[in-house]
């Protein structure tokens, strides 16, 4: 037993040695680096993106030793193929972000409803045109009901899933509920629309929120950061 934990220790003394994390820029308690590049050894560089972190959680995570940021790393991010390996991306530097782990569930979530949105078979299919098409028609509206006009701030579940609020919705939602949900128009309820509202609430919430200043993001804000960290580099967004 002793000496099981004494090679347990060696390795945590060679992962100490091994690894190092540097920031983007100088860190700025007050507007802490949301992108660092981590050497691990023998060249194995990788890219990690903090956007979907609090100010709180970043600046905890600076304050760490090596060891602790390693462990950090480890236990709560993913990794992430921005060409999905479905889609022959290789498992390379220059295809990889390494996102926290509920971000990369949620971004998963969004890439559902795109893909039932789209009236593909399965979100293998799934490309970036796609995303694009879906955050232009919806993604306005989505806006203006998970978000508090006075601050930006996003309201609560709660608030956005009240069912007699939608008894009389727009046209527009009410289209787009059918067309994710495979109904007809006419047979969309004030309940249909509430379950794609709630269905949808915790990818804005983790993936839409601007952190620095805790509001909703507008459409060109979340095209940035999905750009940024999700999307294939040389397949982007673009909105004229």
């Given amino acids: 037993m002793a000496r099981r934990d004494k090679r347990r220790e060696q390795r945590k003394k060679n992962k100490r040695y091994a690894f190092a994390v540097y920031p983007s820029a100088p860190i700025d308690w007050n507007r802490p680096a949301r992108f660092a590049v981590v050497d691990r050894g023998r060249g194995r560089i990788q890219k990690y993106y903090f956007d979907h972190l609090s100010n709180y959680e970043i600046r905890n995570f600076w304050k760490m030793n090596m060891l602790e940021k390693a462990e950090f790393l480890d236990n709560f991010f993913d990794?992430?193929?921005r060409i999905p390996r479905c889609q022959k991306g290789k498992t390379v530097p220059e295809n990889l972000s390494h996102v926290e782990k509920v971000a990369h569930v949620e971004y998963n979530r969004l890439i559902f409803v795109v893909s039932r949105w789209s009236s593909l078979f399965d979100i293998e299919s799934?490309?970036?045109e796609h995303i694009s098409r879906f955050l232009r028609q919806l993604y306005p509206s989505l806006l203006r009901i998970y978000m508090h006009q006075s601050n930006c701030?996003?309201?609560s579940l709660e608030d956005v899933t009240r069912r007699k609020d939608y008894e009389n919705a727009s046209r527009f939602l009410t289209l787009h509920v059918a067309r994710w949900s495979g109904l007809r128009y006419k047979e969309v309820k004030a309940g249909d629309i509430c379950y794609f509202l709630e269905y949808l609430y915790p990818v804005i919430k983790k993936l839409a929120i601007d952190h620095d200043n805790g509001k909703l993001m507008h459409l060109h804000?979340?095209?940035k950061v999905l750009n940024k960290v999700w999307l294939p580099i040389n397949e982007p967004i673009f909105l004229q």
Avoid: A, D, L, S
């Fill in 126 to 128: 799934v490309k970036t």
């Fill in 153 to 155: 701030k996003m309201k």
């Fill in 79 to 81: 990794r992430h193929h």
């Fill in 221 to 223: 804000g979340f095209v």
